[in-house]
């Protein structure tokens, strides 16, 4: 049983927006400057109700069903997956710069103090665990730790995604040995695997080098980057 959400959610709201900022750059680049309008509309409405309806000041909620009402105020450590894609491509962000800065430090504050090995996914507003939550209480995603570790690093706090991706590495290659068998899931207070092995999504630690440097996914590709010392080590063992 994962994350369950309702109606609106500013996670899977900031990979909508975040997805159509990357085709209104290809409309750009084609010239299609009807769609280049129109994903420009999609933006605005979308951003606008994202700020309605989710916003609380220190956080967006997790979710929110506008028809039913229902709403969770959890604070979700995911929550701001958009804004590393933007990041990542080189795109303008799909939230407000302050509205980032916010939500980071209201993370940092709540949802990375209870795990030694990362950011716990759910946690209530007073910073209590969420008894109920998916995968357990201390149940944290290996590839959203690494991408919210890289979101911290784009927003200027470069030491402190570092070292929560650090720490959550460390835990599965040291604490545990898993190795090429790496979890998609761990739990947060033992560091231990809950779900999954060998999971494609963690492969998301490869953008790390990219964040490290303040760059985006071309980076690592440039004559002095990652891929050149690496094809240099292979050509000079």
């Not at 998609?184 to 779900?195: A, H």
Request: hydrophobic share 40%; glycine share 10%; charged share 20%.
């Amino acid at each position: 049983e994962g994350v369950r959400a309702f109606g609106m959610t500013p996670h899977i709201a900031g990979l909508h927006l975040a997805q159509i900022r990357i085709v209104q750059r290809m409309a750009q680049k084609m010239r299609d400057e009807e769609f280049h309008r129109q994903c420009q509309v999609w933006l605005a409405e979308g951003s606008k109700l994202v700020e309605k309806h989710l916003w609380t000041g220190k956080y967006y909620l997790a979710f929110y069903d506008p028809e039913s009402g229902n709403k969770s105020e959890l604070v979700f450590a995911a929550q701001l997956d958009g804004q590393w894609i933007t990041s990542f491509h080189a795109l303008p962000g799909v939230f407000p710069a302050e509205r980032v800065e916010t939500t980071l430090n209201t993370i940092l504050d709540l949802n990375v103090p209870l795990t030694p090995f990362g950011v716990v996914n759910l946690v209530h507003p007073d910073g209590t665990l969420d008894l109920s939550a998916g995968y357990g209480p201390f149940g944290m995603f290996v590839p959203e730790v690494y991408m919210f570790a890289m979101t911290l690093m784009y927003s200027g706090k470069r030491e402190q995604g570092l070292e929560l991706a650090r720490r959550c590495v460390h835990n599965q290659v040291i604490g545990h040995r898993y190795s090429w068998t790496a979890p998609n899931v761990i739990r947060g207070d033992t560091g231990e695997r809950t779900y999954g092995s060998d999971y494609y999504q963690n492969m998301m630690l490869w953008s790390l080098p990219a964040a490290m440097l303040n760059g985006d996914l071309r980076a690592p590709c440039k004559p002095d980057g990652l891929v050149a010392h690496v094809i240099e080590a292979g050509n000079n063992p």
